[in-house]
DNA sequence: GCGGATACTAGAACACGTTCTCATCCCGAG
DNA sequence: CTCGGGATGAGAACGTGTTCTAGTATCCGC
């Protein structure tokens, strides 16, 4: 059931064991994360049907449900697969910025802009977190703590977290994932929702 | 198309026009949120399904349809109704609390756990307010200005309010949103929702 | 009261997520 | 290599949100 989604980055990101794949079932897993990113960047959360995700990635569609048990699943999944390509790239290079309150800034907006470059595909991921029941509790824990992560070692910059850093990447990151909703539910626009993010940055952060 | 959700509290409120309407056209209206309500208080989102409510409002699938487009506008309808109930609750008396953070505690509290009492409707309603996509704009919005209204008024206890005050009524509103998604995901239980939301409120709204 | 428009009813029809069936394939134990 | 069992493929089938159609009722201006 547990759908591995890369390497944790520290001891927050829960490490879900990989049950031994063949390298014929890591392919397929992997060509049916890549279907599913390309029909959501196209379309959005209703453009990923899980007939479309099983025909392009040459599966059976019951062997695609035995992979990623529903649609949320199988998005949820795939944001996973995002945010660590996002955390790799991120980490390549120190965080910019003298104050957390900057960091934080920083990484969040890279995080927001590298997804709003593609709408649709934000769409689609965020709406299935939103959409999670507790059949999903597991990878959804996952990707929350992927961001809390994200969050934390910016505002951290290398130092241990304390039980209340976590809170606030907690805070912050729904403050983020509504604001999200507040876009796509289309009653704010792009701009709108970073200078709310922004300010609940500055005001969680402040000293 | 608008969907009239009761008397607006204050300048926030959007006060949806509502179109003129026989009493026969009332009464139907109101026949259908009542059994929206009815369905899910029994099992939830998933047990309001649209035939069923036709059905238990004896008017035609059609009908229903032209009333609330959606099932998704549907039940953000009933949540204003709900949130209706609560604020004329809530008006009779004066919210009790020497400070601001005080009296939004007990608001927020008294809404929340008003809510949780009947966790299969508050599963629903939440659950559709996180599922509505631009088409249902201006009902969510008008929820969201009724819980904003809640929020401040309890901040501020009858002064008027700031920009900033609005700020934080929806920063605190995101956070309320979000924890209600955790716990329906399954993440969290009812009490740690609730530390959460005092945390956020008292970080929030410290001096 | 009449006639036309609009609203309503009953029910079929459609789309997509999900489940099920059964035949075939593949992989590891012996 | 052979066998047995789990994995996969192909596709039918089902449930529920949504749309459509055709006929009937209701309301409103005259």
Do not use: C
Not at 138 to 154: F, S, Y
């Amino acid at each position: 059931m547990a759908t591995p989604a890369g390497a944790p980055s520290n001891e927050l990101s829960a490490s879900l064991a990989t049950e031994p794949e063949t390298s014929a079932q890591r392919a397929r897993r992997a060509r049916i994360i890549q279907a599913t990113l390309a029909l959501a960047s196209r379309g959005g959360y209703e453009a990923v049907q899980m007939r479309e995700v099983a025909e392009r990635s040459e599966v059976a569609l019951g062997t695609l449900y035995r992979y990623f048990p529903s649609k949320v699943h199988l998005l949820v999944s795939a944001m996973a697969h995002e945010l660590e390509r996002m955390r790799l790239r991120l980490q390549r290079k120190a965080i910019p910025g003298e104050t957390r309150q900057e960091r934080v800034s920083y990484v969040l907006e890279r995080s927001t802009h590298s997804l709003q470059r593609d709408p649709n595909l934000t769409e689609a991921l965020v709406r299935a977190m939103m959409a999670a029941d507790a059949t999903v509790a597991e990878e959804v824990t996952g990707v929350r703590n992927q961001m809390a992560d994200l969050i934390i070692q910016a505002m951290r910059n290398g130092r241990p977290a304390t039980a209340e850093d976590v809170a606030y990447a907690g805070i912050l990151q729904d403050v983020w994932f509504a604001r999200q909703i507040a876009w796509l539910g289309g009653r704010v626009s792009s701009e709108e929702i970073w200078d709310d993010i922004e300010q609940a940055i500055a005001l969680v952060l402040r000293d």
